[in-house]
């Protein structure tokens, strides 16, 4: 049973920093994109950062939104994926989904898988 747990959401004051953080338990034969989504309350759920190769962090697709904020990260030998936020705004108040495509036996195709999500305010 794969399982994709968030931690780290909180309520902040704006110009502060987060770090969220993702843990991805379960039998895994191959990982291919990581990353993160994000919910703002009433919008839809929109990218946020995504790793299309875990096997390559040399490039990370970033929104407009977050770009020169917030950084992707992969440690792969814990099977975690991070998200360090800068400079928060109110406008990133939303919940933080994980987001891992994933293959689940040896000759399975990659699926995508979701965490719960954690909560992220932004507000004085």
């Known amino acids: 049973q794969v399982e994709l747990v968030e931690s780290g959401g909180d309520l902040v004051q704006p110009g502060g920093s987060l770090r969220l953080s993702c843990v991805v338990s379960?039998?895994?034969?191959?990982?291919?994109?990581m990353g993160w989504f994000r919910q703002a309350p009433g919008k839809q759920r929109d990218m946020g950062a995504i790793?299309?190769?875990?096997?390559?962090?040399?490039?990370?697709n970033y929104a407009d939104s977050v770009k020169g904020r917030f950084t992707a990260s992969i440690d792969n030998a814990k099977k975690m994926v991070y998200l360090q936020m800068n400079t928060l705004k109110p406008e990133d108040t939303a919940v933080y989904y994980c987001?891992?495509?994933?293959?689940?036996?040896?000759?399975?195709?990659?699926?995508?898988?979701w965490g719960q999500g954690t909560t992220v305010t932004v507000s004085s």
């Open positions: 987001y891992a495509e994933l293959k689940t036996t040896m000759v399975g195709s990659y699926r995508p898988y």
């Open positions: 379960g039998g895994i034969f191959g990982t291919n994109a």
């Open positions: 790793i299309p190769n875990a096997r390559n962090t040399g490039y990370i």
